[in-house]
């Protein structure tokens, strides 16, 4: 004698569902042929552990494709309409056999299918709004990065080949002059990375901030407060090597940051921009120090920037107090970027080796 397992059914407009109860089923046989289902299954079912078979004709024509998932408790299918419509029942017969029930953990009336309708294709508009906006932003947001990237690279390519082409036609005269010649768009580009800044402290690129912002406020220290200030630094020749040094490691920066904004990556530029700060960082943090360093005494002697003290006291705070207070700030900034520029450079290319194994 045949055993039919105890069968479960649900429809949507364009599905019927179906569950099955029967426990650990093996042996899973299940195809259609032309409106009939056939299911046949090894299990634990309402008469134990035995062989179970059902056929089912179904009201409308379905297309032949059928799938079916088999879990611990129940075997799952899903059976789709030829046509989109709702039947009125599930078999031709208008007496349903006894083994098959309503499930109702997926029955839906008509009207309540027409609303989970409505509301997935409410929900996938909405996806597709909110994906269209990220687009968007992501677009923008590139555009931005790759613009003031290129203008970065301009200005500080500008300053490099600057600076190189006069050091061979103006040999050691160059180092006289380089402030006269070359601190308008030093002054520029250096206003310009207080952009870097912003961009690290509201997640428009994913880097630390304090890093950038020792930096940023580093070099606009040095630029502004020590070169611009003193006219009697604007010909040292430290002021030479200060720029060139931040030029020499922008160059190769800017442009591996250019293209990552397309996702596109030149091997050779990206073991340049990890490598080129290891000598050239501290050699221009050294020319910084050294620069700091000549204008202390210029400080004390026009007593600039000075903080003027009462008259029963009779004297002021030189700003050269501050200068030897931020000799060690900025060697305690170089051991806090090279640390970080040291793990950016190990994430790169060691965690690619490892992948590569």
Known sequence: MTLTPLVYWAQRHEEIYLRVELTDAQNIDVHIHEKVLQFRAQGHGAKGQNEYEFNLEFLLPVKPEVSHK??????????????????????????????????????????DAEMEIREKEEKRNRLKASRHKDEEFVSLKTGFLFIYNLVQFLGFSWIFVNMTVRLFIFGQDSLYDTFHTISDVMFFCQILAAVEVLNAAFGVVRTSVVPTLIQVVGRNFVLFIIFGSLEKMHNQPVVFFVFYLWSAIEIFRYPFYMLGCFNTEWKTLTWLRYTVWIPLYPLGVLAEAVAVIQSIPIFDENKFLSIPLPKAVGTSISFSYFLHIYLVLMFLGLFINFRHLYKQRNRRFYTKKRKAK
């Open 70 to 111: 088999s879990t611990q408790r129940q075997v799952t299918i899903t059976v789709r309409k030829a046509q989109r419509g709702w039947w009125e029942r599930l078999v031709v017969q208008e007496r349903k056999p006894v083994f098959l029930a309503p499930d109702f953990d997926r029955w839906l009336d008509e009207s």
